[in-house]
């Protein structure tokens, strides 16, 4: 089944449904939500990074390519970004939609989005004359409009803004750290003792996971059930939250009791720091909820990364998908035989371009000397595309996505840039007049990009958003709604189908792409649409293999 992404805009996407998000991550604060591409219970823009250099054949034959780690053995936080002071308007409530005029219409779409807790450059401090705000417009950098509705503050003194800022996305693969709920509360501020026995009464004993069944296999893969891996303290309690206090100006500002709520079962949730208070280690949310540690499990980190081209290192490739692969030799009888060494999973392996097929095995002559590799479940070779997709332009960015061998291709025109493994539906291969969402596949066929998101929740289910969630989900890019390709980082089997129907990456992987892709994604902004603004699409050919 296929979820919404609680971020992209009203109608933004052709043949979306619009919604009212009124549950539990934000209450009462409406907006639209399309769909997208997260499996629910039985029961109901920086430019990208310059290419790395490539390594050589040998290394990346040898050197693993995915690690899976704790979360609390993370890269080094960046230093800070340097002050500016120039004039920003924020977002308060949710999302704040930018226009590409200075008008709001029944049939005008967004081309953007500003998330909540960030803020975007203003060109001026002046307002723009406009229709269809209440208030004023603004004209942002580097292209549009702002209305300066409820959605918006402009002080950035009052506790409300320094709180929610404080936990706004951080930059790179991981824009937070992520947990697996077994059914926790949320918290509006931190509770009393007796305020948590009341609460929690009736939710079991702490530190208890148990699987969810078959239809959540691939939910839990990267939760760490470990003791030793509980989330600890990362940081102090802050000052507004001292003395159970709550944060002036905030929706959720109880006067008596805390504003309780409950993450369901299964759902994964993001956090930006852990903090101790009332003999408890608390996480604190985006939304500046408060959920116990204790009754959560964090999710282990994969670092599973593609290959990039060029150099020494180019098409054809053999990816190792599965846990391991077989080195072969030839004999001088012209079989094949197995030797003592193997490659790891997840890594890409060079081969010359030689093919021969023994006992209905298809073998590849590898750069390393005298060593073939094997195509089988566990192994996809990826090679060069010889004619360009109908559509697609001689200097035309695009990806080309084969859903049964999981492996996506990103070229400029013929030229490959970057290799990876990726996981789609695990239904398979669609049927024709099938429902992709019902039989959890992958759609083919060629598609232009409609929006991207930095970060945004994801939820399958069709009214309020209380059954199922993964929250903050990074690097979101609709391909044909509700299709969506967007990372995972609730499992690590890229090359395999996992997914509900999306196409699943993994966070540096969809990081990367997310920056390849057209249109770029400006400085401040949370979500962009192609326009005649913001420039054309990237186009997405998934093919079966």
């Known amino acids: 089944m296929c979820g919404r992404s609680l971020f992209a805009p009203k109608g933004a996407l052709i ?43 040998a290394s990346t034959a040898t050197a693993a390519m995915s690690a899976v780690a704790p979360v609390e053995s993370t890269q080094v936080e960046p230093p800070p970004p340097p002050v500016d002071n120039r004039p920003k308007i924020g977002s308060i409530r ?134 030793a891996s509980a989330i600890k303290a990362d940081s102090p309690i802050p000052s507004y939250f001292e003395n159970h206090g709550s944060i002036a100006g905030s929706p959720w500002n109880p006067k008596a009791k805390p504003n309780i709520r409950f993450i369901p079962n299964g759902s994964g949730f993001s956090y930006a720091r852990a903090f101790e208070a009332e003999g408890r280690v608390w996480l604190l949310t985006p939304e500046l909820f408060l959920i116990p540690a204790d009754r959560v499990f964090p999710y282990k980190r994969n670092y599973f990364q593609g290959q990039q081209l060029g ?59 005298g060593v073939w590799i094997a195509e089988t479940a566990d192994v996809s070779v990826v ?38 493994l990726w996981s789609g539906g695990k239904g398979g291969v669609p049927i024709p007049g099938g429902d992709p969402k019902r039989d959890a596949t992958t759609e083919l066929g060629t598609f232009a990009f409609q929006w991207k998101d930095q970060v945004a929740t994801m939820s399958p289910d069709k009214g309020p958003v209380t059954v199922f969630w993964f929250a903050d ?49 400006p400085d401040g902004w949370g979500s962009v649409r192609p326009s005649k603004w913001t420039g054309p699409s990237t186009k997405i050919v998934i093919r079966k293999e």
């Open 15 to 57: 043949g979306l449904r619009a919604n009212v998000y009124t549950t539990a991550l934000l209450g009462a604060l409406l907006v639209g939500i399309p769909l997208s591409c997260v499996e629910a219970p039985a029961v109901t823009a920086p430019a990208p990074q310059a290419p790395k250099p490539a390594p050589s054949p």
């Open 94 to 227: 949710w999302l704040t939609y930018i226009y590409g005029e200075p008008a709001r219409k029944k049939d005008v779409l967004p081309i953007g989005a500003v998330r909540y807790g960030t803020a975007v450059v203003l060109k001026s401090t002046e307002p723009v004359p406009g229709s269809g705000c209440a208030t004023k417009w603004y004209a942002i950098e580097p292209l549009g409009y702002v209305c300066a509705d409820d959605t918006t503050t402009t002080d950035f003194d009052s506790p409300y803004w320094k709180a929610l800022s404080s936990v706004a996305p951080a930059p790179g693969p991981w824009p937070y750290k992520y947990a697996f709920s077994t059914g926790a509360p949320m918290y509006t501020r931190v509770p009393t003792k007796a305020e948590q026995e009341s609460a929690e009464r009736d939710l079991g004993p702490i530190r208890t996971f148990k699987t969810l069944g078959k239809w959540s296999y691939g939910h839990e893969r990267l939760v760490d059930t470990d003791a």
């Open 311 to 369: 150099g020494e290192v180019n098409l054809p490739i053999a990816w190792v998908r599965g846990d391991t692969a077989v080195k072969y030799k030839r004999e001088a009888d012209g079989t094949f035989v197995k030797t003592d060494g193997q490659w790891v999973g997840k890594v890409a392996v060079p081969i010359t371009g030689t093919e021969v097929t023994a006992a209905k095995t298809r073998y590849f002559e590898t750069k390393e000397a």
């Open 383 to 420: 090679k060069q595309v010889s004619k360009l997709p109908k559509t697609i332009a001689a200097d035309e960015k695009w990806l080309d996505a084969r859903l049964l061998p999981g492996t996506m291709t990103a070229y400029v025109g013929l030229t490959p840039v970057f290799t990876t």
């Open 473 to 521: 989900v990074p690097h979101i890019q609709y391909v044909h709604a509700p299709l969506a390709m967007h990372v995972s980082y609730w499992h690590p089997d890229f090359g395999f189908l996992r997914s509900a129907e999306c196409l699943n990456l993994s966070a540096q992987d969809g990081q990367w792409l997310f920056n390849f892709t057209l249109p770029k994604l």
